[in-house]
C-alpha cells in the first residue's frame, strides 16, 4: 500500500442534491456522481465507480472529461474504455445502479513527482441530475513509509472503536464498533459478513416471509464460550464460510434470518486491570431476508414482530471490500478503507475455540486482525529464532503467509499474571518474546512489534507499537 494522505470516503446513495441537465434540455429524475472524490492509485488497474441514485431508466451512457497534471494518454496511463479527446464514454444497461471504468497506470510517480488526472462527469444520454462528487481525483502513489511508531485510538477499556492502520502511510481510520451491523462483500461472490465486534450472530430460518413475526431466541446469544459456532462467521476470515449463506440468484432459496445485534460497550469503566468492551446494554433483535437484484444486493428488514418491512439496495464497489450497512440507523455508513489502503484492524472480535469434542465462540478485546480480502498477509516470529532488530528482508519465509485474519490475534498479549497469594490476577500483559511480519497488499514487507497495551496504571485499552519496511 502506498501513502494515501487525501482519502475521502463517500457511498453516495441518496444524497443527491444539486442538478444539471443534459444537452437536449431533458432532466431525470435519477442522480449520478462518483463513489469517491479522491483516490491514491496503488494498483496498476483501479477500477473507478459512478453510482445512481435509482436504477437507470433505459441503457445508456456517461460521459466523463478529463484534466491531467504532469501526465499524458498512453504514457503515463490509459483507461477502459479508452479516451478520445480527453473525453471517456462509459456505456450502461438498464436498469444499472452503478457503473465502472478503469484507470490503468503505466508510469508511477517519482520523488516528489505530482501526477494526477481529474476526471469530471459532464453529461449523460438521459439527462440525470450530476451531484455530490461531480469529480474525482486520481494520485499517483508515493513512496512507502519507512516505518514508525503508532497508538492506535481503541478508546480506553471500553474499547469503543475499531482502528484501521495503513502502515504504508501510517495513517488510522477510527470507526465506532457499534456504528454498523452487516458487510456486503465487493467480490465475485454474494456474501454477507455480521459485526462480529459487537457479538452479532444469525440464525437460519425456514421462512421466506420476511413479514411473518419471529421471536426472540436467547441461545443466540454469546458469552464466553456460549452460543453456536455456526451462526457466526468463520473467525479465520474464509468469506466462504459466512454464518448467512450465500445470497442465491433463486430468490426461493434465501431464507430469513434471525439477526441477535449484539452488545454496546459498556457504560462505565471497569477495574483497572479489566477490560469494558463485553458489558454494554443489547442492541436488540432483527430479522433480515437478503435477495441479488442484478449486480446488487436487495436487503429487506425488520424489527421481530414487525408484519411489514424496509428493503434497501446495496450496490458492489470493487474498491472495497465491503459495502457496509446500520440496520438501526437505516442506512449505508463508511467504514473500512479502501481495500488496498489498510492492512491492520484493532478492534474486539468473536473467535471460535475448541470446547471438547466441538466449538464455541468467545469474545476477544485487544485484539488484531490483518486485511485478508484485500490480500494482507501475517506471520508471527519469536526471538529466539530472530531478534526484531536482526531480522531483514532475507529472512522472511513466505511460506508462513497463511490465509488468516488472526495471524495476529491475540497472541501478542496476555491477560493474567500471578498474584502474591499464587492465584492468577486478571491484567494485562505484553508479550515481548515474539514480533509479527507484515505484506501489505502492494506487496510491501515490514516487522512490527507491540511496545505497549496498557498505561502505567493497568488501565487497558492504549495499545501502540512500531515497525519499519525491510529492504
Not at 434540455?25 to 462518483?34: H, K, P, T
Not at 488510522?172 to 454477507?192: C, E, Q
Request: glycine residues 8%; contains cysteine.
Amino acid at each position: 500500500m502506498k501513502k494515501n494522505f487525501v482519502l475521502i470516503l463517500s457511498f453516495v446513495l441518496l444524497a443527491f442534491t444539486a442538478c444539471n441537465s443534459n444537452d437536449d434540455g431533458q432532466q431525470s429524475d435519477v442522480a449520478v456522481a462518483f463513489a469517491e472524490a479522491s483516490y491514491n492509485l496503488t494498483s496498476d488497474a483501479t477500477p473507478v465507480q459512478i453510482k445512481f441514485s435509482k436504477a437507470a431508466p433505459a441503457a445508456g451512457t456517461i460521459t466523463l472529461d478529463i484534466t491531467e497534471t504532469a501526465v499524458a494518454y498512453t504514457t503515463d496511463y490509459t483507461t477502459t474504455p479508452a479516451a478520445t479527446a480527453k473525453k471517456v464514454v462509459i456505456p450502461f444497461a438498464q436498469g444499472a445502479t452503478s457503473v465502472e471504468f478503469t484507470f490503468n497506470k503505466i508510469k508511477s510517480a517519482t520523488g516528489t513527482e505530482v501526477k494526477n488526472v481529474v476526471f469530471t462527469i459532464s453529461g449523460t444520454s438521459f439527462g440525470a441530475q450530476i451531484s455530490g462528487n461531480k469529480t474525482i481525483q486520481l494520485n499517483f502513489n508515493e513512496t512507502a513509509s519507512l516505518g514508525t511508531a503508532l497508538a492506535p485510538e481503541v478508546g480506553g477499556p471500553l474499547q469503543p472503536n475499531q482502528v484501521y492502520v495503513d502502515l504504508s502511510s501510517g495513517k488510522m481510520i477510527n470507526v465506532a464498533r457499534n456504528s454498523w451491523d452487516l458487510g456486503f462483500y465487493s467480490g465475485s461472490d454474494f456474501r454477507v459478513v455480521l459485526n462480529g465486534s459487537v457479538k452479532m450472530a444469525a440464525k437460519k430460518l425456514t421462512s421466506t416471509n420476511i413479514d411473518e413475526v419471529q421471536a426472540a431466541d436467547e441461545t443466540m446469544i454469546i458469552a464466553q464460550g456460549t452460543g453456536f459456532s455456526n451462526q457466526v462467521d468463520d473467525s479465520a476470515g474464509d468469506i466462504t464460510k459466512t454464518a448467512i449463506a450465500a445470497i442465491s440468484a433463486t430468490d426461493s432459496e434465501n431464507k430469513v434470518y434471525l439477526l441477535y445485534l449484539g452488545n454496546k460497550p459498556a457504560a462505565t469503566a471497569p477495574a483497572l486491570g479489566k477490560e469494558g468492551a463485553v458489558g454494554g446494554e443489547t442492541r436488540g433483535w432483527k430479522k433480515i431476508r437478503v435477495l441479488r437484484s442484478g449486480s446488487d444486493y436487495k436487503v429487506q428488514y425488520a424489527d421481530i414482530a414487525a408484519t411489514t418491512h424496509e428493503e434497501v439496495v446495496i450496490s458492489k464497489n470493487s474498491a472495497y471490500n465491503f459495502t457496509f450497512l446500520s440496520l438501526i440507523d437505516k442506512k449505508v455508513v463508511n467504514v473500512e478503507p479502501q481495500k488496498n489502503q489498510w492492512d491492520l484492524n484493532f478492534t474486539t472480535f468473536v473467535n471460535v475455540i475448541p470446547n471438547g469434542a466441538t466449538t464455541v465462540p468467545y469474545f476477544y478485546p485487544d485484539y488484531v486482525t490483518s486485511n485478508l480480502n484485500g490480500n494482507a498477509k501475517v506471520y508471527q516470529v519469536l526471538t529466539s529464532a530472530f531478534t526484531y532488530d536482526a531480522f531483514t528482508l532475507a529472512n522472511v519465509d513466505n511460506a508462513k503467509f497463511i490465509a488468516d485474519q488472526r495471524n495476529i490475534g491475540s497472541n501478542w498479549r496476555s491477560t493474567s499474571v500471578v498474584g502474591s497469594d499464587g492465584n492468577p490476577v486478571t491484567q494485562f500483559v505484553l508479550k515481548t518474546d515474539r514480533f509479527f511480519v507484515v505484506k501489505d497488499p502492494a506487496g510491501n514487507v515490514y516487522k512490527l512489534k507491540f511496545t505497549g497495551g496498557a498505561k502505567a496504571d493497568l488501565e487497558r485499552g492504549h495499545p501502540t507499537f512500531q515497525y519499519a519496511l525491510l529492504k
